[in-house]
């Protein structure tokens, strides 16, 4: 597909040039609309990759932005799993608090558990000692008169009396030291129990706190799990459109890759029709200057030049020769107005436009292309000649041409090919007169150009 339209494109190139070859005697250079035409095809084509390219920078600068979105999004998830990590680290830390207090937990109920052993033992103790003293008290109340008498009676002596009485006494002592020391027992085992149970309680507290917060903290990762998840999605969407944009770009790189294959072809194809309408320009102007009575150059070059140009404007007229052999100033008792631009095989080659401008006079009459040692009267002696007005203050002239190669009224590029150098006119050998003028007075053309 893109050959048949480069085909077309030539072809009609083509079409163009052969309408302008063919009207090549009636008009004196070869028209615009053919290069327009060619100009306007290839400016399409550049218009198009300029565009291309504006699209690529453009998708490049989606793409830097969907690279930068997608790395604070990982930072992001970094963060969170970093977060998450922390937050798992302090449940662990809580199952481990758990577990002691479990254990405490376990602990203080066994302990509660003994206690409550040790206290119903201690008190069916204490009720059987508290029944038996009851039982103690109601006999030594009812018989306690005759329990003294007998003591007394029965006694032997007066210390044998005394030794019963002290052991009644102690007898009575020692029931109420233990059933003191008993109801210490008691006070110390329900003081014992109520801290324990008052301990578990805590535990128990404690307990139900550490769960909830381990319920929170794992509310909170599952929170944060689901963060994360979002914004592996959103990694996950950035980057399948940075994917495509890398794709749409890379095919438009690949049509503009395309688009300057074509244009190279049609830029040869127009340079290789280019270089066939000069030489056929070349010929015409040639046969002008047969039916004007001029010289024919043997020059087959190209009809432009690339000049570099100095002060106001205007660049060397003789490219690729650079010698002088009479520069500006007096010379035998006149004014010589110009310079003289002669080295070896200087003889027919192309002279060139200073500066664009207008072809003002002319002269392509004379046939003396010879050294001389006077004037043959051609051109004024200047012999075959060119003037090129170029903006009403500037103009230039160039003298001793073997012939001229523009008519009166042509508008001239700088560097264009006006005529060809040899030795008409007062001439006493090959070499291009040159005169610059500024506002109708001949100036140094040194102070305006050099080689």
């Known amino acids: 597909m893109k050959n048949l339209t480069v085909t077309k494109k030539i072809l009609a190139f083509l079409c163009c040039t052969a309408v302008s070859v063919s009207a090549v005697a009636a008009y004196p250079i070869v028209t615009d609309n053919c290069q327009d035409a060619s100009a306007k095809t290839i400016q399409e084509i550049q218009e198009e990759r300029k565009a291309n390219n504006e699209k690529i920078a453009a998708l490049q600068g989606e793409i830097d932005s969907l690279e930068g979105d997608k790395n604070n999004e990982k930072a992001y998830q970094d963060s969170l799993n970093k977060q998450i990590g922390c937050i798992q680290d302090n449940i662990n830390l809580l199952n481990q608090e758990l577990d002691v207090i479990a254990t405490d937990i376990n602990a203080t109920q066994g302990n509660i558990v003994l206690l409550d052993e040790d206290i119903t033992a201690q008190q069916q103790e204490i009720d059987t000692n508290i029944e038996l003293f009851k039982q103690r008290l109601c006999a030594m109340y009812i018989s306690s008169n005759e329990s003294s008498a007998s003591v007394i009676l029965g006694s032997d002596s007066f210390y044998d009396v005394m030794s019963r009485v002290q052991m009644i006494n102690r007898i009575a002592e020692y029931d109420d030291e233990l059933i003191e020391n008993i109801l210490g027992e008691i006070d110390r085992l329900e003081q014992s129990k109520s801290e324990m149970e008052t301990e578990k309680l805590s535990l128990e507290m404690k307990l139900e706190e550490q769960e909830v917060r381990k319920k929170e903290k794992a509310d909170e990762i599952a929170a944060l799990n689901t963060q994360l998840m979002k914004t592996q999605s959103e990694i996950d969407r950035l980057a399948l459109a940075q994917q495509d944009l890398e794709r749409k770009k890379e095919d438009i790189e690949k049509d503009n890759a395309e688009l300057a294959a074509e244009q190279a072809e049609i830029e040869a194809e127009i340079a290789r029709q280019a270089a066939e309408a000069q030489r056929l320009e070349n010929e015409r102007l040639r046969a002008l200057q047969q039916q004007s009575g001029g010289y024919v150059s043997n020059y087959s070059g190209p009809m432009s030049f690339e000049v570099n140009a100095g002060a106001a404007g205007l660049g060397w007229p003789v490219p690729g020769h ?130």
């Open 322 to 451: 650079s010698g002088i052999s009479s520069y500006y100033g007096y010379r035998w008792g006149t004014l010589h107005g110009g310079i003289d631009i002669s080295d070896g095989g200087i003889m027919g080659a192309p002279v060139v436009a200073a500066r664009a401008g207008t072809v003002t006079r002319m002269n392509n009459s004379c046939s003396h292309n010879y050294g001389k040692s006077g004037s043959c009267g051609c051109g004024g002696g200047y012999g075959n000649y060119v003037a090129i007005s170029h903006d009403g203050t500037y103009s230039t002239l160039y003298g001793h041409l073997t012939s001229a190669c523009v008519s009166v009224g042509d508008y001239v590029e700088q560097g264009q090919v006006i005529g060809y150098v040899g030795s008409t006119g007062w001439s006493t050998g090959e070499h291009l007169h040159f005169e610059v003028y500024v506002n109708g007075v001949r100036q140094d053309p040194m102070g305006y150009v050099s080689p």
